[in-house]
């Protein structure tokens, strides 16, 4: 079977790091490259943290391609240290970073490929939109090359940076108002289900028994992650949001979606950011987004697993 071609666009970020290495070195995807983007860090440190990831992994081959610095329209929200803390991707030790960017810039080298292979290239979005929803505009030709769109951000129930808004939108509701505008087929990793992704001390236990790089990286940044999350949200297990995006592409029975109508509110009220999800298609709209409302916790950690394995 032909590998599913991918680019991800992230902001590393721990979970995004996760999701990069699930996506790299995996039998079922050609990850034709990584574009960066600000959002859990600066965007600057969004790039080093990718980059020191696919060092550490070995991905000497893989592009990373740096994006944008700061959000279409309004100004970026504070940078996540709370979590990820002061780089980004506190926890794992890197040797010296010898890998450089390409020379693209990230909107340049997904409009890029999206030419070079259309209608054969999955976008996975794990940071704000803000690098899609430009090069939809810079390059509006594209939009029609794009097969599907599988997205880390917003949830049709509540938010975790407002009431209402989920981080990855509320970070650049402009940009993700674009994409859902788009007419690109989209599935929707929501927070309904990346909140029960939850990497308990067992799995961690679980996924150290695999004593490879991929097997120390996920320990050593979870062993940060869960603590930060512990220590702010008082959380046992810190929730693995952007994986789900890549175990979903790897086997879409983990996760149950449900064809809905959404819209981005980008008012300048208390639900700036929040994905409008009509569940029961109400207003009558056609559905434009696969929203995620369901997961196989279980599977979806052997799917975490299986994808570590890929490294042995
Ligand atoms: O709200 C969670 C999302 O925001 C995740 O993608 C996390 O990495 C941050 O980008
Ligand atoms: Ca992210």
């Avoid at 970073?97 to 976008?123: E, M, S, Y």
Wanted: hydrophobic share 40%.
């Amino acid at each position: 079977m032909e590998k599913k071609k991918l680019i991800l666009d992230c902001d590393p970020g721990h979970d995004d790091a996760v999701a990069l290495m699930m996506a790299a070195n995996n039998p079922h995807f050609d990850l034709l490259g990584v574009t960066t983007v600000r959002g859990n860090h600066t965007l600057e440190n969004t790039t080093i943290n990718a980059l020191n990831v696919c060092q550490y992994l070995g991905l000497d081959e893989l592009p990373v391609s740096s994006g944008c610095a700061i959000p279409l329209v309004r100004i970026p929200p504070k940078t996540e240290e709370r979590v990820h803390g002061e780089s980004g991707l506190d926890g794992p030790v890197f040797e010296k970073l010898t890998k450089r960017v390409t020379g693209a810039r990230a909107v340049d080298f997904i409009v890029d490929q999206v030419k070079k292979f259309p209608n054969r290239v999955t976008l996975v979005v794990t940071g704000p939109m803000t690098n899609i929803g430009l090069a939809l505009r810079y390059a509006p030709e594209i939009i029609s090359l794009i097969p599907e769109i599988v997205f880390m951000g917003g949830s049709w129930q509540y938010g975790n940076v407002t009431p209402a808004a989920e981080f990855n939108i509320f970070a650049d509701a402009e940009a993700a108002d674009i994409v859902f505008r788009s007419g690109i087929p989209l599935v929707m990793m929501g927070l309904d289900v990346t909140r029960q992704a939850l990497c308990y001390p067992e799995i961690i236990e679980r996924m150290a028994n695999h004593k490879n790089v991929a097997g120390k990286l996920f320990v050593d940044l979870m062993h940060f992650f869960s603590m930060a999350q512990k220590k702010v949200f008082g959380w046992a297990g810190g929730p693995l949001h952007d994986p789900t995006c890549i175990a979903y592409l790897m086997d879409p029975s983990v996760i149950e979606t449900k064809e809905m109508y959404g819209e981005i509110d980008t008012s300048s009220g208390p639900s700036y950011g929040r994905t409008n999800c009509d569940v029961f298609l109400l207003e009558g709209k056609p559905a434009n987004v696969k929203v995620s409302v369901k997961i196989d916790v279980d599977k979806f950690w052997d799917i975490v697993e299986e994808c570590i394995k890929h490294y042995n």
